[in-house]
């Protein structure tokens, strides 16, 4: 290709302004984030449940209210269409195929919270056809419900069951409306986000803040001080299917 | 458009049988409108078993369209003269059979509107990107094959040079379509049923006993309902190469089942263990199961014994229920297997609805549309021709 004079002054001018430009967005967009409150960034989120204190109130669904009302977590009559964020499973369902006929008495049948698990080699990321659904730099596995075409790979793909698809419309089932977070359309998938909307204003997920017994403890893994590597260095704990490799980063204390 | 004027003229009976297809095509579409504005909870698919009917379908003609090669093959590679009349309906077969497959996808789509999305963020990680490459190189492969080789059949010249790469690469191309179907279910770790390596040759040797078989019947009805006749020998082959992918898929079933059982692993064996013997009460499939493996082991027993499998009564039969055996296997219990019971150990069952049915019918309808179309102008090109 030949560039004439004319033509070479006119694209460096081009390409002179598109410079300035970007160095404008860019002084723009940090002021703005400068009037945001000053959280660190986490290096790797995980999350850390307390068996014993979960099981002082069987019961107890404050998390799980919260994090509905939250999300706007439709509610469905019929199990199959169900879209269940974090939600209860008996043990056994929790931490297969163990089957154990003797062991802690309380544990079997006991309910435990679960909810994505936010893994570190995720399959849903690596099966997702459209990179609708991707791990973030601080291990939050998320999900763009705008570029989800809604094939459910990666609900074939989680080895949690973690992830719900929208059977039919989810907004007439929404009980009251949460309106500074969207609903969903029907014919995607969604899961839980470990709330990054609400860890960018320094405040920990719904279902954290709203576990009366402390049973759910959040934080920051690559954090040598914090409360999650405290509980985890002291304390005996396991994963779901380990095996898998797929690294979970949700862990619960024995 | 290309030869399409021969498609337009025919019999009474031809029309007929054309109205029939659009009438169930017409009813399907009425049923997808329907669950485009409802959304997929229309069917009978639910949290736990997200694919059914519809991906069960896309898998097993994925295998209908690679059994194309069964006839390419031994054709262009071993120079078979044999099949050099029926070539051309394995490969039109392999160009429906796509089709349909494309459209099963299609309507399991929750948000259809989106699809392209696949194409405006190319994924290489995920092996629907790959399927949807495989799938569409091989329609475009057979598209062009059969064109160009009907064309110089009508002009009676013989096929250009440059086809014969083309051909050549559709082989290896046939192979790939189903073994990254293959890869679509037993790459995900927490799905056991499919977590085997023997997964991609067991879809393989069932799509080159399903296909060929239905390849048999088609040449039976045209040898009936036209003045074309394929001839006794192609289909006595072919019936070779049914007897052999029927033996191989059984063994590598059986192969599977020993792993499985003697391994003893539960989450390996409950699989099997809800579609043979239902889990929890749950049993809607049981029978299914038993009769394909009924179908399947009666198959063996007709394609097996020479006398039977030379006379063209029995092998009618025989292609039927080996095309149904099959069907079940994979157009049924193999994927909604897979799902029951759920990584949390539910069971639940799933069975399709209408509306589910009769989208998945007009899918089969366009299927057969499409190779009615494509074989009368085959046919009538022949006529002229001669």
Not at chain 1, 171 to 194: M, N, Q, S
């Amino acid at each position: 290709m030949r560039v004439g004079r004319k033509e070479f002054l006119r694209l460096s001018g081009l390409s002179l302004l598109a410079l300035a430009g970007k160095k404008v967005v860019n002084a723009i967009t940090s002021a703005a984030q400068a009037n945001k409150p000053a959280t660190r960034p986490a290096k790797r989120w995980a999350m850390v449940i307390d068996i014993k204190r979960c099981l002082q109130e069987q019961g107890c669904t404050l998390c799980i209210n919260a994090c509905n009302q939250v999300h706007n977590v439709p509610r469905f009559q019929d199990r199959r269409h169900e879209v269940k964020w974090i939600w209860k499973e008996a043990f056994q369902h929790v931490f297969p195929p163990d089957g154990a006929e003797y062991m802690v008495a309380e544990l079997p049948g006991a309910p435990l919270p679960v909810f994505c698990n936010h893994c570190d080699n995720p399959p849903c990321v690596r099966v997702c056809p459209t990179q609708a659904t991707w791990r973030r730099e601080d291990g939050i596995v998320m999900m763009d419900w705008h570029r989800c075409i809604g094939c459910r790979y990666c609900v074939a793909g989680c080895p949690y069951g973690s992830r719900s698809f929208n059977w039919v419309d989810p907004r007439p089932h929404i009980a009251r409306l949460t309106p500074d977070f969207p609903t969903r359309a029907k014919g995607v998938v969604e899961k839980c986000t470990l709330c990054p909307e609400r860890l960018a204003e320094g405040r920990p997920p719904a279902c954290v803040e709203a576990c009366k017994p402390k049973a759910m403890v959040f934080g920051d893994l690559e954090d040598p001080a914090s409360e999650v590597r405290g509980l985890l260095n002291t304390r005996y704990a396991i994963r779901r299917k380990p095996e898998l490799g797929t690294r979970p980063q949700v862990y619960y204390l024995v | 458009m290309f030869m399409f004027e021969k498609a337009v003229v025919g019999s009474r009976r031809y029309w007929v049988w054309l109205l029939c297809l659009m009438a169930v095509i017409g009813l399907g579409l009425i049923s997808y409108l329907h669950q485009l504005a409802q959304g997929l909870g229309v069917t009978g698919l639910s949290r736990d078993v997200t694919w059914g009917l519809y991906i069960a379908q896309f898998t097993f003609f994925v295998g209908v369209a690679a059994s194309a090669v069964m006839v390419v093959l031994p054709y262009y590679l071993h120079d078979y003269k044999v099949f050099g009349r029926i070539t051309i309906l394995g490969e039109f077969l392999a160009i429906s059979a796509v089709t349909m497959c494309m459209l099963f996808i299609f309507v399991d789509m929750g948000q259809p509107s989106r699809v392209l999305n696949i194409l405006r963020y190319p994924t290489p990680n995920s092996m629907m990107f790959w399927d949807m490459i495989s799938l569409s190189g091989y329609l475009l492969l057979n598209a062009v094959i059969s064109l160009v080789t009907l064309s110089c059949e009508r002009k009676g010249v013989a096929p250009p040079g440059w086809i014969k790469p083309v051909i050549l690469l559709s082989i290896p191309w046939a192979v790939s379509i189903h073994t990254v179907t293959a890869f679509l279910y037993n790459g995900l770790p927490g799905r056991s049923f499919w977590l085997t390596a023997i997964l991609a040759p067991r879809f393989l040797a069932s799509a080159f006993a399903a296909g060929p078989s239905l390849l048999i019947l088609l040449c039976m009805i045209i040898r009936r309902l036209t003045s074309f006749d394929p001839g006794r020998k192609p289909i006595r082959k072919l019936s070779v190469i049914v007897t052999y992918a029927m033996i191989v898929n059984v063994f590598f079933v059986l192969m599977e089942v020993f792993t499985v059982f003697y391994s003893g692993i539960p989450e390996h064996m409950e699989h099997f263990r809800y579609l043979f013997a239902g889990l929890e009460g749950n049993s809607s499939l049981v029978p299914w199961m038993w009769t394909s493996v009924t179908l399947a082991v009666l198959s063996l027993v007709l394609l097996i014994v020479p006398r039977f499998r030379t006379n063209d009564r029995v092998l009618a039969f025989t292609c039927s229920i080996v095309f149904l055996s099959l069907w079940i296997d994979k157009g049924l219990g193999l994927i909604v297997g897979g799902f029951v019971p759920s990584p949390l150990g539910a069971v639940t069952s799933y069975a399709p609805t209408l509306p589910e049915i009769s989208i998945t019918s007009a899918v089969w309808a366009i299927g057969f549309l499409m190779i009615t179309v494509f074989y009368k102008i085959t046919l009538s090109v022949r006529e002229s021709v001669a």
